[in-house]
C-alpha cells in the first residue's frame, strides 16, 4: 500500500512539473529536480494530501497559506543557487519553502513569527532526514543578525516595503526575492547588491499574506 502512496504523489509531483512549471518558464535543473523528490503533500494536512500538488496556494493554519508550486519554484529559480550559499528564509511557514531551499544550498536558516508553524516544519524536517536547516521563532523582518551576511534572502510574505535590516544583512555580491505591496496585491521583486550597490528588479505581480513585524505589517 505504501508503495502505492508512493508511487501515486510521484506522478502528481511530475504531472506538476510538466503542466505548471515547464510551461511558465521554470527551467532551472537543480530546482525541477527539488520540486520533483521533495514531497509536497507531507507539509500539508492529511485532508489537503489529494490537492496538495495543485495549481493553488493551501490553508496551513493559523491564517497562513503554502504558496502554489510555480511561485515556490519561480522564486527560488530567481536565487540562482549553486549549492554553496548560506539562505536566509523570512516566513517557514509548514517548512515547504525550506526543504527546496536545503536541497539547492549548503545551509538554510529559516525563521517563523508562529511557534506552532514552526515546530510542525521541524517536524516534517526530521522526518525527511533533512539537517541543513537552521531554524528559530522571531520577527523575520529583523533578519538573523547573528548568522548574516547571507548569499540569499527569500521573504515568503508581503511588507509595505523592503525591510531595510534584510538590506542590510545581505551579502555583496547577494540576492533576495520578496514581494512588496499593499494587503490586496504585490510585486515580486528581486534585490541585487554588488559592489555595494543596491538594485531592485520588478518581476510579475502576485499575492501573499501579510509579512507582519516590526518592518512589515502591525499584527492585527
Same mark, same amino acid.
Given at each position: ?14 504531472? &506538476? ?20 523528490? !521533495? ?11 489529494? %490537492? ?20 515556490v ?20 511557514? #509548514?517548512?515547504? %519553502? ?6 539547492? #544550498? ?9 511557534k ?33 551576511p ?10 509595505? %516595503? ?6 542590510? %544583512? ?5 540576492? &533576495? ?19 555595494? !550597490? ?8 502576485? #499575492?501573499?499574506?501579510?509579512? !507582519? ?6 499584527a492585527?
Amino acid at each position: 500500500m505504501g508503495r502505492v502512496r508512493s508511487n501515486k504523489y510521484e506522478k502528481f509531483r511530475t504531472r &506538476m512539473i510538466e503542466e505548471q512549471l515547464l510551461p511558465r518558464g521554470i527551467e532551472d535543473p537543480a530546482v525541477l529536480h527539488a520540486m520533483e523528490v !521533495v514531497p509536497r503533500h507531507l507539509f500539508v494536512a492529511g485532508a489537503l494530501h489529494a %490537492q496538495a500538488y495543485g495549481d493553488f496556494p493551501l490553508p496551513i493554519g493559523h491564517g497562513q497559506t503554502i504558496s502554489q508550486p510555480y511561485v515556490v519554484a519561480l522564486m527560488t529559480q530567481l536565487l540562482q543557487l549553486t549549492g554553496k550559499e548560506k539562505v536566509l528564509e523570512i516566513g517557514t511557514g #509548514c517548512g515547504y %519553502q525550506s526543504a527546496i531551499l536545503a536541497a539547492l #544550498c549548503e545551509r538554510v536558516y529559516t525563521v517563523e513569527r508562529l511557534k506552532p508553524l514552526l515546530a510542525r516544519a521541524r517536524r516534517t524536517f526530521d522526518q525527511l532526514q533533512i539537517y541543513n536547516i537552521m531554524s528559530k521563532v522571531a520577527d523575520g523582518t529583523e533578519g538573523w543578525p547573528d548568522n548574516a551576511p547571507f548569499d540569499a534572502i527569500i521573504v515568503t510574505a508581503a511588507g509595505p %516595503q523592503i525591510p531595510q535590516p534584510l538590506v542590510d %544583512q545581505l551579502a555583496d555580491p547577494g540576492v &533576495m526575492v520578496l514581494p512588496v505591496g499593499d494587503q490586496e496585491g504585490q510585486t515580486l521583486m528581486v534585490v541585487r547588491k554588488e559592489a555595494g !550597490v543596491v538594485t531592485t528588479n520588478a518581476v510579475e505581480s502576485v #499575492c501573499f499574506v501579510k509579512l !507582519v513585524g516590526i518592518h512589515g505589517w502591525k499584527a492585527a
